[in-house]
């Protein structure tokens, strides 16, 4: 009851800090997983170049996997937090448990490619056998393990809907450490255990992501106690996995965009090994600074989509407020950080021949930091909103409508020699611009509506 007084009474500038400051730890957290594997997996003995192009084929899959159960949590979140700030705890325990079966096809799905889709996948992107080979052991383990990311995603989703994102971020912590502690031991063979290289890396990631789940699950059962749990509330509801995916759909979409755009970024950029492995790595850097905005998002929806349900005017004007000013603010941090060291990132990933390009694309992507974390912003207030075709269109601007065609165009003058690859890199900071103005308009026709 103190959390759900919280949702209602509270400040909305002291609620956007009191739930936003855990999950944009626990958001920055799950960015660790991929830069940790990559920096351990960098300074392998043998094959560490083509360990680290490895890392960046899989990376969309991974994204994929983790959009799946996000998208389908944010729907939950949002769904969730309206029912209780309604004080429909019945509907509330449904929307829980059909959020769980949900998870289940999820699996089931991921589980049937890591069996028979990798190895078409990772060859689809590259002829160098070796990077084929690590590729296909470090995903295949992700799809097949992948039980432990979807169902966190999912029960961090439920705690952040009653206002203990505290929890989330404690299951995410020690996901964290446990992963951290196995890389190099699981890596390079410390002690008893045997040198698996990639496969290593994989199996610590998936191990840090399983007990991080069965940790918020515990939570979950204990601690969410404002609705009811219990297999029965896994019956699938028809009427339920609709609202939760009309909502949380433009969520999986726009995760679901980020890795198409990965994965044609990787073809694009197919002429230059080097090129693509440091886009691959700068990707996980930007990942680490554009996830604190998302972990703002994750609160910025279910506090306004609670005030939402209550009627309250008001307090939907400070959450949008407030959720872009906190937004801003940690942007421009993450613009300063990646600007000024990107040396030393070049330095942690042992990134080799692919350092100049490396540097290069932290100079030039990070100008779009802000315009990107606006946008972000924009999409989490949107789905509290039910704005999930507004959502949509600002991801397909941001990741697909013009990002590709404009990195496209610049790698065409990049490898008829005119131009350097730098260019291509400017594709971002221009797609951001544009996709933050679009956002603009699209807030003011919301606010017009409610």
Not at 246 to 255: F, H, N
Not at 291 to 317: C, E, S, V
């Amino acid at each position: 009851m103190a959390e759900n007084n919280r949702m209602k009474e509270m400040p909305v500038n002291r609620l956007m800090i009191h739930m936003g400051v855990p999950m944009i730890l626990s958001m920055a957290l799950q960015a660790v997983y991929n830069i940790v594997d990559s920096a351990f997996v960098g300074n392998m003995r043998e094959g560490s170049e083509a360990a680290l192009n490895a890392l960046t084929l899989v990376f969309p899959v991974q994204m994929l996997m983790v959009a799946a159960g996000i998208g389908t949590g944010v729907g939950t979140n949002a769904y969730l937090a309206r029912m209780l700030g309604q004080e429909e705890n019945k509907r509330a325990a449904k929307v829980a448990g059909n959020s769980l079966f949900l998870g289940v096809l999820i699996y089931v799905i991921c589980l049937l490619f890591g069996i028979f889709g990798v190895k078409k996948y990772i060859m689809s992107q590259t002829i160098e056998p070796q990077v084929i080979s690590m590729g296909i052991d470090y995903l295949r383990i992700c799809c097949v393990l992948s039980f432990g990311v979807i169902f966190f995603s999912l029960f961090e989703k439920l705690l952040q809907a009653t206002g203990r994102s505290l929890y989330s971020t404690i299951g995410q912590v020690v996901g964290a450490v446990v992963n951290i502690i196995l890389d190099p031991i699981m890596i390079y063979g410390l002690g008893p255990v045997p040198e698996m290289g990639v496969r290593g890396a994989a199996y610590a990631t998936v191990i840090g992501q399983v007990v991080s789940a069965v940790l918020l699950f515990a939570f979950h059962v204990k601690l969410n106690k404002e609705f009811e749990h219990g297999v029965k509330y896994m019956k699938p509801d028809a009427e339920i996995i609709r609202v939760i995916y009309a909502i949380g759909l433009p969520a999986i979409i726009a995760q679901a965009l980020m890795s198409i755009m990965v994965y044609v970024m990787n073809l694009i950029l197919k002429f230059s090994p080097s090129a693509q492995t440091a886009y691959g790595l700068f990707y996980k850097v930007q990942q680490f600074g554009l996830f604190l905005a998302f972990g703002l998002r994750d609160a910025i929806t279910p506090i306004i989509a609670y005030a939402h349900g209550m009627g309250k005017k008001q307090r939907i004007k400070d959450g949008i407020k407030y959720g872009l000013l906190y937004t801003i603010v940690l942007m421009v941090l993450g613009t300063l950080i990646t600007e000024i060291f990107p040396g030393a990132f070049a330095a942690l990933f042992n990134a080799g021949e692919s350092r100049e390009y490396f540097i290069g694309a932290m100079r030039i992507i990070s100008v779009s930091f802000i315009f990107a974390g606006i946008n972000i912003a924009y999409q989490g207030i949107y789905q509290a909103l039910n704005g999930g075709i507004e959502s949509l269109v600002i991801s397909l601007l941001r990741q697909f409508v013009l990002i590709l065609p404009l990195a496209g165009s610049f790698s065409l003058l990049v490898r008829n020699n005119r131009m350097g690859v730098s260019l291509i890199w400017w594709a971002f900071p221009i797609t951001e611009l544009a996709a933050c103005l679009v956002g603009y308009v699209f807030l003011k026709k919301i606010w017009k509506k409610i």
